[in-house]
């Protein structure tokens, strides 16, 4: 069993950053692909971000140039940082784990297995 539990989720204003936390617990797969998807009020959810255990990033080009994805796999955590917030990005931020496979370019909700509560990033001025 896996459990995800994310933090980090603030109010900023646009322009600002805010860095967004997963850790991880349960089971370590040998092979695992970690994401963060969002999805807003109104919304389709959104795959933004993945790594894979090698360390190889993807990006929606939506967040492409400026959020970052890494991971601590010493200490189980993944990270979001997220520069030069805007408006848009107001959503309800979740990590995903998608096991036994490494990380496609786009990311599919039904690829992935377990999933965390959420944290809630509004930017607003």
């Known amino acids: 069993h896996v459990q995800l539990v994310e933090s980090g989720g603030n109010s900023v204003q646009p322009g600002g950053s805010l860095k967004l936390s997963c850790v991880r617990s349960g089971y370590t797969y040998a092979d695992y692909c970690m994401s963060w998807f969002r999805q807003a009020p109104g919304k389709e959810q959104e795959g933004i971000a993945s790594?894979?255990?090698?360390?190889?990033?993807n990006y929606a080009d939506s967040v492409k140039g400026r959020f970052t994805i890494s991971q601590d796999t010493a200490k189980r955590l993944v990270y979001l940082q997220m520069n030069n917030l805007q408006p848009d990005d107001t959503a309800t931020y979740y990590c995903?784990?998608?096991?036994?496979?490494?990380?496609?370019?786009?990311?599919?909700?039904?690829?992935?297995?377990?999933w965390g509560q959420g944290t809630q990033v509004t930017v607003s001025s």
């Open positions: 790594i894979d255990g090698a360390g190889s990033t």
């Open positions: 995903a784990e998608r096991i036994l496979a490494t990380c496609m370019p786009t990311m599919a909700s039904n690829d992935f297995r377990f």
